[in-house]
């Protein structure tokens, strides 16, 4: 099944880019009539005609679509700072999204070698990687971000299994073992991956949070080949944040995002 990326589609026609238009047309040899499969990159797959086969700006009328084409039943946000080199960063991009990922953040730490960091590269990567893992939805990639600040912008409605309440003006409350704030539409769960130093800071293994959480929307932090700072993990507890491990290997920063990745992908399968 080859899946072609539409960046518009509006009034029952789905319209190519220059790039999938000559891939369409140039290389798979395409012509008007052929039927095609489009995807919109916000979930939905179009099965259509094509009405133009111009190399560089093809079109083709929807016959029918599939919402939801490839999803999956969670949301998971990735905040993964980039790697010093940056073929491993794009490197997870690319098997992120294959698994299954809806926002990655690249993350600029206290400790991180790479300080500076353009998404338009890693934009393609994905698209490319949605396609080939047949999906219909890209993952958004977000523009960097520091890890304080990044912290600090997170919402205050947070999901801790097996802790106690988090007061925030004195409206937390239990359900079924789980905090819930007041207020939010769905329950969130936050996670960071951080080799804490201090023994009296306990962490718990992915695979048993991910196992006694009932929600639908993750989030994962990854520090940079250095680590967190102990400043960042300070803040990322007082967010409501969990600390957990990855098991006992020692991973690579990319290495512990895709295993990161595919923990919540089988949590849900």
């Known amino acids: 099944m080859e899946l072609f990326y539409a960046y518009e589609v509006s009034g029952g026609m789905c319209l190519l880019d220059a790039e999938e238009s000559g891939h369409c047309v140039r290389v798979l040899r395409h012509r008007n009539g052929d039927e095609i499969d ?67 953040v690249p993350l600029i730490g206290d400790r991180s070698e790479r300080r500076v960091y353009k998404t338009e590269r890693a934009g393609r990567i994905a698209l490319s990687a949605t396609k080939q893992s047949l999906k219909a939805r890209i993952p958004e990639i977000s523009e960097p971000v520091s890890v304080k600040d990044f912290l600090r912008m997170a919402d205050v409605d947070s999901i801790m299994p097996g802790m106690a309440p988090t007061q925030v003006g004195g409206n937390a409350v239990m359900s079924g073992g789980t905090t819930v704030m007041p207020g939010s539409d769905r329950a969130s769960l936050r996670l960071i991956a951080y080799c804490f130093e201090d023994e009296s800071i306990p962490r718990r293994s992915i695979k048993e949070v991910l196992e006694a959480f009932d929600g639908t929307d993750v989030t994962v932090l990854i520090g940079p080949e250095g680590d967190f700072s102990h400043e960042e993990a300070r803040l990322a507890l007082a967010q409501g944040y969990i600390p957990v491990h990855l098991g006992s290997s020692r991973l690579r920063t990319e290495t512990a995002a895709v295993i990161a990745a595919t923990a919540v992908y089988f949590r849900y399968l």
């Open 38 to 104: 489009v995807i919109d990159g916000l979930g939905t797959l179009y099965h259509c005609a094509l009405t133009d086969d111009s190399p560089k700006g093809a079109s083709a009328r929807v016959l029918s679509c599939v919402p939801g084409f490839g999803g999956h039943p969670y949301r998971l946000t990735l905040g993964c700072c980039p790697t010093k080199n940056n073929d491993r960063f794009e490197w997870f991009v690319e098997k992120a999204t294959e698994v299954g990922v809806d926002r990655i």
